[in-house]
């Protein structure tokens, strides 16, 4: 782990999400049947493992020895391993039979590993009658509180059929994502996974819908699942650039920085802001007329 990310370990992912997920976070994969979920949260988990990281496997519908040949069928044979070596614990739970996310969950969670900041899947998370009213979602929330405590957590849920974006992620108008009913603002990051059939190029695409705190690119992503690899997203150089900061108004930010540092105390807060900003700028615009505008706060 580098300054506080842990790297997805999907293939060309990271550079498009500032280094990976923040650590001890929630983080939903959706999307719809055969789109790569459970790849993207194996490959996940084997990237932890073989640095030495524990994780910690929750399945609602493969059992240890389905996960294992499917494993095995990506070229994966070395899960066997480490679930030997007790580096990995699966946790099979029938999930027909809770009718709301029992505090349960998390209870079982915790006791497979002492301590914190693991690796943590669950897949898939989807059952309607966990989201139905105010008490169950409720609880959903405590659940993902303590998750957080454990470390960093991928959730995987099924895209539905058919339906609406009500997702609790605001007023999004988007036809093209039908998602369950799970409060999807509980969660720190959401990765929209899709596979149109068609056999293109954009065959299959990935979006990154939320990033919370992080720099993130915005654009739809190519991507296939390779044998031996598992997923793989596909971004031009032109495109991960797009999430770079831009060095090249480096000296209109000094010059910014320098007039709010000669306003005082309030300058001093001004210049965090103003230093955040050029830490973050990725657009290709001259930033000078927002600096500004940040500016003529401190002289009001």
């Known amino acids: 782990m580098k300054n506080g990310r842990v790297p997805t370990g999907i293939y060309g992912l990271d550079d498009l999400m500032d280094g990976g997920f923040r650590e001890n976070t929630i983080n939903i994969v959706y999307g719809g049947t055969g789109v790569g979920k459970t790849t993207f949260g194996l490959q996940f988990s084997l990237f932890g493992l073989d640095r030495g990281e524990k994780v910690l496997y929750v399945s609602f519908e493969m059992s ?6 499917d494993c095995i069928d990506m070229g994966w044979k070395v899960i066997k391993d480490y679930i030997d070596e007790g580096n990995l614990k699966i946790i099979h739970i029938f999930g027909e039979d809770l009718t709301f996310p029992s505090l349960d969950i998390a209870e079982m969670i915790k006791k497979p590993f002492s301590g914190n900041n693991h690796r943590i899947v ?5 059952y309607p009658t966990f989201y139905s009213d105010k008490e169950k979602r409720k609880s959903l929330s405590i659940i993902f509180q303590e998750l957080r405590k ?3 957590s ?3 849920l099924e895209e539905l059929a058919n339906g609406t974006s009500g997702c609790g992620m605001g007023s999004i108008e988007a036809p093209y994502l039908n ?6 603002y509980l969660s720190d990051t959401v990765i929209f996974l899709q596979n149109l059939g068609f056999g293109e190029m954009y065959d299959r695409t990935l979006r990154i819908m939320k990033h919370r705190g992080s720099k993130h690119g915005e654009g739809l992503y190519s991507y296939s699942i390779e044998t031996g690899l598992g997923i793989v997203v596909r971004a031009s150089e032109k495109q991960v650039e797009r999430v770079k900061p831009k060095i090249k108004y480096d000296n209109q930010f000094k010059e910014a920085l320098s007039k709010a540092k000669a306003m005082g105390v309030l300058g001093e807060k001004l210049s965090q802001r103003i230093d955040k900003l050029r830490k973050n700028w990725i657009h ?14 401190g002289y009001q």
Not at 122 to 126: H, L
């Open 122 to 126: 669950i897949d898939p998370f989807t």
């Open 64 to 69: 240890e020895q389905q996960i294992i040949r």
């Open 284 to 297: 290709d615009e001259d930033p000078s007329e927002i600096l500004k505008l940040i500016l003529k706060e």
């Open 150 to 152: 454990l470390g960093t």
């Open 179 to 184: 998602v369950p009913s799970m409060p999807l």
């Open 154 to 156: 991928v959730i995987m």
